[in-house]
């Protein structure tokens, strides 16, 4: 392995301050090539319990940490992952398969929220309500909810831990995470950055392990656990939230989508393209909020399948560590499951302009697909990959209607020069995120998170915290 990694490249679990040892191995693969990069500790049920257990008691001193002394280490946890921006992302790209470029911009983007909640650790207030009797005093106070589980995905296996974990901690919870074991490096190698930034032991917690169901019971029906956080597909996470209610868990959920992106004829369509290839292919088509179903309206049609084809065509795929744009998917029954989609809307009467000639493996062409319609395949699911499906409309409310036409409702993206359109269209769209004339919309001050079938709760912003946090009522009587 490269020397770049001297000392962020682990082998097994972070549990209490202790590195994680066991003859039972897996293996971690550069996506792009196929290569062993780690063998890791196999952990399983018996150490999620420990972490668990760990977080428990660590808890007890955390929660009665000063939010100032969260937030300075918070911030050297912040210093130490931008100091570390270029090791940290080609680790991120050899095990994940994203461009170096994406990977360090993704290290940048999960830096941001440890960042955002360092600062908004202070600022965790309560409040004092006017009483209905003199004689009393009416407050409320929050506090931390005490130990936070949570599972997350390898398309940002950064990210995804960096949202949830620095709320947490923040908030003055405890955290204990499973990474998806396809891309467990990352997080390791953040454990690693946060123990030398001074977080104490037990406080985060990181388990990697292939059996995925058995830690998930563990995570989710221990009594020990207050919350739960998931991000992943709908299907996987029906049967956590099912698993969290056996203890009544506080549980977010950050779920599937079927993003639409609509192009009315009064949008400038430079811009569209611009945003469509900023939303669809960023991670190869691999990420929860990237435009899904692209919605153009008749008169502009011909002009913006031209322009984007063009600039799809000029795309190079590749390994992430060369100078390319995309890189692969992160398996190729991923890749396969892509095909099918293709191959079915086709059978369907879609046509293929540009790509859709896979042979097998990990990358997937870029492909453009046209006379896509709403009951084909392309459209009904979440395709995950390099692939745009083309739809067509008429008129503002065929639009609306086109877009809503899902079960998912995370993010969603229209282009207009209209105002009045503008406001009509963003009221009409049932998603919890809302791009207008703008194809990369995730920023830690913004509440990141769905609504229907996406799941519920948001990430970053200043409603980050609130899910991490109790909410207590007090009455002081005999005042006066």
Not at 17 to 45: C, I, M, P, Y
Not at 202 to 207: E, P, Q
Request: proline share 4%; charged share 20%.
């Amino acid at each position: 392995m490269n020397q770049d990694f001297a000392g962020l490249l682990k082998q097994g679990s972070y549990i209490n301050g202790q590195w994680h040892q066991s003859d039972n191995r897996f293996e971690v693969t550069d996506k792009a090539s196929g290569t062993v990069l780690a063998r890791l500790a196999d952990a399983g049920t018996e150490q999620a319990e420990q972490a668990i257990e760990a977080a428990s008691q660590a808890f007890r001193s955390w929660c009665k940490t000063t939010a100032k002394e969260r937030s300075q280490l918070l911030r050297r946890w912040f210093d130490l992952m931008l100091s570390h921006q270029d090791a940290l992302g080609r680790l991120l790209t050899l095990e994940q398969g994203k461009p170096l470029a994406e990977a360090k911009g993704e290290i940048a983007y999960g830096a941001g929220y440890v960042e955002w909640f360092a600062e908004e650790a202070k600022r965790v207030y309560g409040d004092t309500i006017p009483p209905l009797q003199n004689s009393q005093s009416i407050q409320v106070e929050n506090s931390p909810v005490g130990v936070v589980a949570a599972v997350t995905p390898w398309n940002f296996p950064n990210a995804m831990i960096a949202r949830k974990a620095a709320a947490a901690l923040a908030a003055g919870c405890t955290f204990v995470v499973r990474p998806a074991a396809q891309t467990p490096l990352s997080a390791l190698a953040m454990a690693e950055l946060a123990q030398q930034a001074g977080i104490p032991e037990g406080v985060l917690n990181v388990i990697t392990g292939t059996d995925a169901r058995g830690i998930g019971r563990v995570l989710t029906q221990s009594e020990k656990v207050a919350k739960f956080s998931f991000t992943g597909s709908t299907q996987v996470g029906r049967q956590l939230i099912a698993d969290c209610a056996i203890t009544v868990k506080r549980v977010s959920m950050e779920l599937g989508g079927n993003a639409p992106f609509i192009v009315f004829d009064d949008a400038d369509i430079d811009a569209a393209v611009t945003g469509a290839m900023a939303s669809k292919f960023r991670n190869a088509g691999q990420t929860c909020v990237c435009a899904n179903r692209f919605i153009v309206h008749e008169a502009v049609m011909n002009e913006f399948v031209d322009k984007l084809k063009t600039k799809i065509r000029a795309l190079r795929s590749g390994h992430g560590l060369e100078p390319v744009d995309m890189g692969p998917l992160i398996s190729e029954q991923a890749a396969k499951n892509v095909h099918a989609l293709v191959q079915d809307s086709l059978a369907e009467g879609a046509e293929c302009l540009l790509g859709g000639d896979w042979k097998g493996g990990a990358f997937y062409p870029p492909t453009l697909v046209t006379g896509v319609t709403e009951s084909m395949p392309l459209a009904q699911e979440e395709i995950f990959g390099p692939v745009v499906a083309v739809l067509s409309f008429s008129d503002e409310q065929q639009a609306i209607e086109l877009a809503n036409q899902t079960e998912y409702g995370l993010a969603s993206y229209f282009y207009s020069r209209d105002i009045g359109r503008v406001h009509r269209v963003a009221n009409g769209l049932a998603f919890g995120m809302v791009g207008i004339n703008e194809g990369a919309i995730s920023n830690p001050t913004a509440p990141f998170g769905g609504i229907k079938q996406s799941g519920y709760g948001r990430e970053g912003s200043k409603y980050g915290l609130d899910d991490y946090l109790n909410i207590q009522y007090r009455c002081l009587g005999g005042l006066a």
